[in-house]
């Protein structure tokens, strides 16, 4: 029997598969899982994942799973490439599978963002809905990181952040290198959040060049965006210094300007008078920004933090406000200064 580690990796979108690439490219045994059986059998037949990043044929150390039990067992690493919004009913099902294991392996979790019914984190989701045991062993996974440059191998540096720093170290070790980077942190909330806000942000840069507004909008919305979502984590209980390293200002100037980013082409269709529906149907992927900004928004008025941008995001996308009523609000806001 192998001594190499199984790697496994729930949730077959571009961002689930670029990470099982990765994990098999630094020679991990490696298994990603779908809930689809028709989407598995595709990528059992094609030995790629045509239906996201076509591009990328799978080594023979990766193979594709509809079997979660099988694709669970004797992992050593379990990583979450869920969508936020599902995460926590797919826990229920992993909880059933590995709930009684005396060893429980290290979890991974790679979706950004927060529940909008009871505003949770994903590590929150994760200390709740696993057994404490395995949740002592879970990280959380941040940074600059477009799917289809770490599946094609290209330098990039991410943070890994766990309240446990063994936990964090250990999964540093098995996937930095062949490309990627890897830095580790105790703030897990200053991590989750920048990773997850930074999406809404990254609609905002997109309505600015969807809109024709210029580069200077979009220069200021970031920085400004990045202002806002520091009061938040910092309201949350994140460190400073984590908004700005790789989850927080890496990761929102890559979503905000980068031409691989889901979010950033919702908010440019948005700004050239396209209905969300129709974008979101057309793209046939998630753009967790949409979600995010329902999260922020709550977040904020729970929090009593102002978050101008958000709230801008969130009368375009809910309350059927126009992108040029909501710039021009925007911009009309009293007079301050710079730093409170």
Known sequence: MST??????????????????????????????????EHFELMRRERRNARYLPDFPFPDNLEAS?????????????ILAIPSHALRTSLLA????????????????AAKGVEVDTLAT??????????????????????PSFAAE??????????????????????QHMLGGDGVRAYVTEDVVGVELGGAFKNVIALGAGVCDGAGLGQNARAALITRGLAEIGRLCHALGAHPATLSGLAGLGDLVLTCTGGLSRNRRVGLALGQGQQLDAILKEMGMVAEGVNNTLSAHRL???????????????????????????VDALMQRDLKAERD
């Open 150 to 171: 770490v599946a094609r191998g290209l330098p990039t540096a991410v943070v890994i952040a766990s309240h446990e720093r063994a936990v964090a170290e250990q999964i």
């Open 300 to 326: 904020a008025r729970r929090e009593r933090v102002e978050m101008p941008i958000t709230a801008m995001m969130h009368a375009i996308l809910y309350e059927g406000i126009s992108v040029r009523t909501a």
């Open 66 to 78: 509809a079997d979660q039990a099988a694709a669970l067992a004797d992992a050593a690493l379990v």
């Open 4 to 37: 190499t580690p199984v790697v496994t990796v729930l949730g077959a979108g571009s961002w689930g598969t670029a990470l099982a690439l990765h994990a098999a490219r630094r020679g991990l045994r490696t298994r990603l899982w779908t809930r689809s059986v």
């Open 94 to 109: 992993v909880r059933e599978v590995q709930a009684e294991l005396a060893d429980p392996p290290l979890y991974l979790v």
């Open 122 to 143: 994903m590590a929150e989701v994760v200390a709740q809905t696993l057994p404490p045991a395995h949740a002592r062993r879970m990280a959380v996974l941040g940074g």
